[in-house]
């Protein structure tokens, strides 16, 4: 069952522009090496579960571009746009063509199931 949200007939158009504009500049450019990069990790320093991701593609073989955005004591805002564009609550976020694999957990089990590459 898809995860519930708000309807666009019930923000108004006040709202909707603050949360167009909400740090647009970075999930644009969120949204265009997603677009681009066969695959992408989006993080943030300090988190452990965005260094084992990216520990595990690297032994797994599998090149990515990182984004970071921040630590645990900065860029919250940023991240949160981030996380609003995205629909996925925490990092790591993990694309691989354009879709969103999930976090580090998800990638391990893709793997287990031999669906990763």
């Known amino acids: 069952m898809p995860r519930p949200s708000l309807s666009v007939e019930k923000i108004a158009p006040e709202a909707q522009r603050i949360a167009e504009d909400f740090h647009?500049?970075?999930?644009?450019?969120?949204?265009?090496?997603?677009?681009?990069?066969?695959w992408v990790i989006v993080g943030m320093a300090q988190n452990p579960f965005?260094?084992?991701?990216r520990n595990f593609l690297t032994e797994q073989g599998i090149s990515f571009?990182?984004?970071?955005?921040?630590?645990?004591?900065?860029q919250w805002r940023v991240r949160l746009a981030i996380k609003m564009w995205a629909g996925f609550p925490t990092f790591p976020m993990v694309f691989r063509q354009g879709v969103l694999l999930g976090g580090h957990s998800e990638i391990v089990k893709l793997q287990q199931e031999g669906k990763l590459k």
């Open 24 to 38: 647009a500049d970075v999930v644009r450019e969120v949204s265009e090496t997603v677009a681009k990069e066969p």
């Open 50 to 53: 965005v260094r084992k991701a």
């Open 65 to 74: 571009r990182y984004l970071e955005y921040g630590s645990y004591l900065s």
